[in-house]
């Protein structure tokens, strides 16, 4: 194995080369000297979230808003468990990183009089086919900065509560890699494949969120002893049936509402009109026999049908095929609509690491920005550029040129032996692909998945969890034949620690906020009194504790050595 080691050293670390990471790394290269080395799981050109495109900015502060208007949106949407301090520092960059990217080359729709082209108060319509090779572009024009394609990290390198970098391995040559920095920034994406998924038989990984994102930095955070928090407030997106491509570019391009068989806008029996409301709401039609449901498209104009066939082309391009190869189109067929599975991550709802303002976690010098982040729901794609400059600007002012730590040969060869360990096992009673399987089989029975309704009860997680011990036994046997399938259990195993601190946290939140995304049986309401708090979690030697953290307000300054915050610990 020594002659299959590499080792880099840099000033500043990016692990993840999506959204959040280039745009990081612009910043850092645009403002400072510093070195800075991009680790891509798969090509830089195409990866993480926006690889297919995507057709609108959704976070933009549009004409009438302010990014008061736009804190108040996200803590009404959520139930106001989030972090309103960091919501407020995104907001005020929204325009700024959206002029960014438009100056980098992404066309951004104009109106006749030469401003965005508005969709709702909150997006502009782009062409965005291209948004990440635009990205990608960009960083390969600054000399400072590196990018390793086709590394996949599996862990930290920390000293003494300190991150002074990360390990992995190549997935297309058989070499470990080692890369030390004085700042680490993890920008890895959220996570897919916890649940089983909604297409389970051929296209197991046609799925909503990138099935390539499966969790890694979170799992190292968890490892790590990072704290974490909001793994209770899934994400479970209502998607077009079958092609799991956007609503929203329907429902506000259209302003198509959400219909069942009869006819029926079913929303309106439910008041509180947000984003998980209207899953729950659809959930429940079919529950009682009356869906399938729609978004109600029948009767547009044909230029309104147009629009829509051109902007799926942008981000979903089998919502446009499907329409072509069943020669049916929205004008004259409504749209049916369906719940995926539950996802982990933090641009959608509030998953991820606990963070202070500038995006530093919990261990020193190891910064999350993106869907790794916690505590900021709705960022999506500018608040992911955001919080990427956020951090940058934060790493810029507190860097000194200090002597980077490193591991003794020792120690580093522990770590790679503990990484390649796979390839010398003899076998589990499972495959890979079945280890995988049987993690989505019992999260979804055992832990709310599509089948139970999203819904779980004390004893099920409980049962969830004794399966999940017994999965990380089998999955630590598994046998890799080559890199490619040491990367797939590495997955495996990432998920597994996801999966179960999100068992703890479901557990510990003892009421139901977010109907579907936790729809807790044993507790079925609301309980504001005992319960507007953030569930938090920190893992300690291989055990959990459960952290529950009093709320942080807009123009409040947390900090993590700040004592005046609340912290109740639920063992």
Same mark, same amino acid.
């Given at each position: ?35 800075? &080395? ?12 926006? +690889? ?8 933009? !502060? ?9 804190? /108040? ?18 907001? %005020? ?43 990608? =572009? ?16 599996? =862990? ?9 970098? +990360?390990?992995?391995?190549?997935? %297309?040559?058989? %070499? ?13 994406? $959220? ?30 955070? &968890?490892?790590? $002893? ?9 994400? !479970? ?12 570019? !329907? ?14 806008? *079913? ?26 449901? *729609? ?29 072509? /190869? ?29 963070? =202070? ?11 999350? !920005? ?111 034949? @080559? ?14 620690? &996801?999966?179960?601190?999100? &068992? /703890? ?11 579907? *995304? ?9 309980? @504001? ?20 953290? =009093? ?21």
């Amino acid at each position: 194995m020594e002659n299959h080691i590499e080792i880099y050293e840099t000033d500043v670390l990016i692990i993840g080369g999506g959204t959040a990471g280039c745009f990081c790394a612009l910043s850092l290269a645009e403002n400072s000297t510093l070195k800075v &080395i991009i680790a891509e799981k798969a090509n830089i050109k195409r990866s993480g979230c926006l +690889a297919a495109g995507v057709n609108a900015l959704n976070a933009h !502060i549009n004409r009438g808003e302010t990014p008061e208007s736009f804190v /108040e949106y996200v803590k009404n949407d959520f139930n106001h468990v989030v972090r309103e301090d960091l919501i407020y520092s995104i907001a %005020k960059k929204l325009n700024k990183v959206t002029q960014k990217i438009e100056e980098l080359g992404l066309p951004i729709l104009k109106d006749d009089n030469g401003n965005y082209a508005e969709r709702g108060k909150r997006n502009v319509k782009i062409n965005g086919e291209n948004i990440k090779p635009v990205l990608a =572009d960009a960083v390969s024009e600054h000399k400072n900065l590196k990018v390793l394609n086709n590394l996949n990290i599996v =862990d930290y390198i920390k000293k003494d509560n300190k991150i002074i970098g +990360a390990v992995g391995f190549s997935i %297309k040559e058989e %070499k470990f890699i080692a890369i030390y920095a004085q700042y680490t920034v993890c920008a890895t994406g $959220g996570a897919a494949g916890l649940y089983k998924p909604n297409n389970p038989k051929n296209s197991p990984h046609k799925m909503w969120y990138c099935p390539f994102n499966t969790g890694a930095g979170y799992a190292m955070g &968890i490892r790590a $002893g990072a704290e974490m928090t909001g793994f209770e407030m899934r994400f !479970i997106a209502l998607r077009c049936k079958n092609t799991i491509a956007p609503t929203g570019t !329907i429902a506000l391009g259209v302003q198509a509402p959400q219909i069942n068989r009869l006819g029926q806008d *079913y929303v309106l029996n439910h008041p509180e009109n947000n984003t998980s409301t209207r899953l729950y709401a659809t959930v429940e039609e079919n529950r009682k026999g009356n869906g399938p449901c *729609y978004l109600k498209t029948k009767g547009i104009s044909k230029e309104q049908e147009n629009e829509l066939v051109k902007a799926y082309l942008n981000m979903a391009p089998s919502q446009t095929l499907s329409w072509y /190869e069943n020669n049916s189109f929205p004008s004259v067929e409504n749209v049916e609509i369906e719940g995926t599975e539950p996802y982990i991550t933090g641009g959608h709802s509030a998953s991820g690491y606990w963070t =202070d303002i500038n995006r530093e976690t919990t261990i020193k010098n190891l910064y999350a !920005i993106g869907d790794v982040a916690g505590g900021s729901p709705h960022k999506y794609v500018t608040g992911c550029f955001a919080e990427g400059e956020i951090a940058a600007e934060s790493i810029i002012k507190e860097f000194k040129p200090n002597k980077i730590e490193k591991l003794t040969e020792q120690e580093l060869q522990e770590k790679f032996g503990k990484i390649g360990r796979f390839p010398g096992n003899t076998g589990s009673a499972i495959s890979i692909n079945l280890a995988e399987e049987t993690l989505q089989e019992t999260m979804d029975k055992y832990a709310g998945g599509i089948s139970e309704h999203y819904e779980y009860s004390k004893n099920k997680l409980k049962i969830a969890k004794s399966e999940l011990e017994n999965l990380f036994e089998l999955a630590n046997q598994l046998k890799a034949e @080559d890199f490619h399938e040491l990367m797939l259990i590495h997955e495996i195993i990432d998920r597994l620690y &996801i999966g179960k601190i999100l &068992i /703890e946290h479901l557990q510990a939140r003892q009421e139901t906020r977010w109907r579907c *995304y936790q729809e807790n049986t044993g507790f079925p309401d609301r309980d @504001d009194e005992n319960w507007l708090r953030y569930v938090n979690s920190k893992c300690e030697n291989n055990e959990i504790k459960i952290i529950i953290r =009093d709320m942080v307000k807009k123009d409040e300054i947390y900090e993590h050595s700040n004592s005046q915050k609340q912290m109740h610990i639920l063992w």
